[in-house]
């Protein structure tokens, strides 16, 4: 099992400590629209299988100042109660400034943007707001869980 999701366990236990619960999974019909719509709107990007995962178990995550995104509002088949940083959205804003079209982000922190690095073909940790590179990661995996670890620290 990946290590990210025993973190994801433990969120979940501090959320209902709140009386909160982590997001709904996406649903499969929602993920294959947001595939279609990413092709459409940024280009010939494949997500992580362990992204597509993690979406499976949770649609995004707002956790302490973290914020992993979630399949956009617009595709969902139902209406949540809540706001949902979208993964399309999300990169369409983030990609109106010219050096930052290089990163595809997966979501972002007080103080980082977790992304992958379409030039170096690797996932990063990156200062946010200068864009300095903070760590590499070899995977989605370990940068997932190196985020949800941080953050739960």
Request: aromatic fraction near 12%; avoid cysteine.
């Amino acid at each position: 099992m990946s290590q990210w999701k025993d973190f994801l366990i433990e969120i979940e236990k501090i959320e209902a400590k709140y009386g909160s619960l982590l997001r709904n999974p996406a649903l499969d019909t929602e993920l294959i629209k947001m595939k279609h719509t990413i092709q459409q709107k940024l280009g010939n990007i494949v997500l992580p299988e362990s992204y597509i995962e993690f979406l499976k178990k949770v649609n995004g995550l707002d956790f302490n100042g973290l914020v992993i995104y979630g399949v956009d509002e617009v595709l969902l088949d139902k209406e949540v109660d809540e706001d949902i940083h979208g993964f399309i959205e999300t990169n369409e804003l983030w990609n109106e400034n010219d050096w930052q079209k290089q990163y595809i982000f997966f979501g972002d922190s007080d103080t980082a943007w977790y992304s992958y690095d379409l030039k170096d073909g690797v996932y990063v940790e990156l200062d946010k707001p200068s864009g300095t590179l903070i760590q590499l990661f070899d995977s989605f995996d370990s940068m997932l869980s190196d985020a949800l670890e941080t953050t739960l620290l």
